[in-house]
């Protein structure tokens, strides 16, 4: 393993008062070109700030009068129970934010019970972090690979481990624009176990070079291949159009993961909040939409919900939580999205989430 040296926080974050203010206390405990790396998005930046704005289109209506109490965020995801409808979206290398990394990141989200997608550019290898979530629901995030026998080894270990669920990456066939990846000259520092066999030389790589590495001519084949080797379902991760919707069902996709890549791929694109309407219109309920790309807030997860996500996923803040705090910093991330969201619940006179998924946002017509 390399000389890399970064956070080895574990316990309570002090004074967390909410998601936002992390990332800057997360700088002070991550070295900088790694921080760059997780924080940055895509040349100018502009769909990483209107990942954040967007949710400002869309306004909860609070209602009186609703006969509410203490709202339930539980949800049932193929029969296991979740706490609340936010999951871990895949995020590679952990260890760049805590030396426990995803061990760590795993027994957060085992804690606070709810569904950890892992990596195909893990820092850890897929048992260790299997073992790490005891039981926890685990989805696998795939990076498919140019060398179809590669793909297969990695289907049947993901199979033999029981994981659930597979996520195909589409969005992300070329690495996006980090001009601060650039200008740190920011090299990946760690192992990536999972994919080490064809990346004999993954440490010490850029991320572009990465990133090459894995297929770029994906499409509704892949899928296809995929759902019929592993017989397992497969998600679509990076969906932010109907046309897109049509492409991916048609291929035998069982679920929509709807996401801009939390801004790090094309720059210029639309906030993945502005496309879930058009995404869940769409799917029109014959599949389950996951969400994520600037999630921050109670109320964004309501809003997701409301605009139809099934599931949000979050994945700058569990990374800070994760350098700030190791294990309880995951955790405590998660137990605070889901404090705020039922306060938002309870005053917006929701009991349930499938009281939040009824909702009707109102537009915002005053920006
Ligand atoms: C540091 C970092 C690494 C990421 N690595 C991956 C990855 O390996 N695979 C993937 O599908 N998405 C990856 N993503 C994207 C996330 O899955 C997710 O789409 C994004 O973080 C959501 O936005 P948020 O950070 O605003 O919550 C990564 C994101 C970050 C910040």
């Known amino acids: 393993m390399s000389e890399f040296k970064t956070s080895q926080a574990e316990g309570l974050i002090p004074n967390f008062v909410n998601t936002y203010e992390l990332e800057e206390r997360a700088q002070k405990v991550i070295p900088a070109d790694a921080f760059g790396y997780i924080a940055s998005g895509a040349g100018d930046e502009f769909t990483l700030r209107e990942n954040d704005r967007s949710f400002n289109h869309k306004l909860i209506i609070p209602h009186v009068l609703a ?121 990946f520092p760690l192992n990536m176990p999972i994919v080490q066999e064809y990346l004999p030389q993954g440490i010490g790589k850029s991320m572009n070079y990465v990133y090459g590495s894995a297929k770029q001519k994906l499409s509704a084949k892949d899928v296809e291949f995929i759902a019929s080797y592993s017989g397992l379902p497969v998600y679509v991760k990076g969906v932010q159009s109907a046309l897109d919707v049509e492409r991916a069902l048609d291929a035998g996709a069982a679920g929509i993961w709807v996401s801009n890549h939390g801004g790090r791929q094309l720059d210029g694109g639309p906030a993945a909040f502005d496309s879930l309407q058009y995404v869940a219109k769409a799917v029109n309920q014959r599949v389950p939409i996951v969400y994520d790309s600037g999630i921050r807030r109670g109320q964004h997860v309501f809003k997701a919900l409301a605009s139809g996500a099934d599931l949000v996923a979050i994945g700058r803040p569990a990374i800070y939580g994760l350098a700030l705090g190791g294990s309880r910093g995951v955790e405590q991330v998660f137990n605070k999205l889901t404090e705020e969201l039922k306060m938002v619940m309870q005053l917006a006179g929701t009991q349930t989430i499938e009281d939040v998924k009824r909702y009707q946002l109102r537009d915002n017509n005053f920006l």
């Open 67 to 187: 006969d509410v109490e203490n709202p339930s965020t539980e949800t049932v995801v193929d029969g296991d129970t979740i706490t609340a409808p936010i999951i871990l979206a895949p995020v590679a290398a952990h260890k760049l934010a805590n030396e426990a990394g995803e061990i760590a990141s795993a027994q957060g989200v085992h804690n606070f019970k709810t569904i950890y997608t892992t990596s195909s550019y893990a820092s850890a290898d897929l048992p260790e972090i299997t073992t790490a979530l005891a039981g926890s629901p685990e989805w696998f995030q795939f990076y498919f690979s140019k060398d179809n026998e590669i793909n297969k080894r990695i289907i049947d270990r993901v199979k033999a481990l029981g994981i659930k669920k597979i996520v195909l990456t589409a969005d992300a066939t070329v690495g996006g624009n980090r001009e601060v990846d650039v200008r740190n000259q920011f090299v």
